[in-house]
């Protein structure tokens, strides 16, 4: 079963970056489309938000309006990772981000990104916090 792992997060003052990394122990990511969500304080579980998603049809990509030329979501050469760069951060974004993976070819990635009950793997989450 695939268990998909998340790292990177962490304190970052406001205007700072961070790299989050998605990673499945013993699979490649190649075939599966993958997708960032966050859940930020005080909201339940059914209002976590996608915020950006690769597909595994060209690698094509999306993101929400708030993060657009801020974040930038990346497969690695090898295709064993994805990664979520994450610069000039604003308090607002601190939630847990969930790395999610489904192996379903998905052609319209804008589509499906938000939609949090096509991904069937979803990681532990990792805590992201920008604050002064």
């Known amino acids: 079963q695939l268990r998909l792992v998340e790292s990177g997060g962490g304190f970052v003052r406001p205007g700072g970056s961070l790299r989050l990394s998605c990673a499945a122990s013993?699979?490649?990511?190649?075939?599966?489309?993958i997708g960032w969500f966050r859940q930020v304080p005080g909201k339940e579980r059914k209002e976590r938000e996608g915020?950006?998603?690769?597909?595994?049809?060209?690698?094509?990509?999306v993101y929400i309006d708030s993060v657009k030329g801020r974040f930038t979501i990346s497969r690695d050469n090898t295709k064993t990772t994805v990664a979520l760069q994450m610069n000039s951060l604003k308090p607002e974004v601190t939630a847990v981000y969930y790395c999610?993976?489904?192996?379903?070819?998905?052609?319209?990635?804008?589509?499906?990104?938000?939609?949090?009950?096509?991904?069937?793997?979803w990681g532990q989450g990792t805590q992201v916090t920008v604050a002064s």
């Open positions: 013993g699979y490649s990511l190649e075939n599966y489309a």
């Open positions: 915020i950006s998603c690769i597909s595994n049809n060209h690698d094509d990509t």
């Open positions: 999610v993976g489904l192996p379903i070819r998905i052609t319209n990635i804008q589509t499906y990104c938000n939609r949090s009950g096509v991904w069937g793997y």
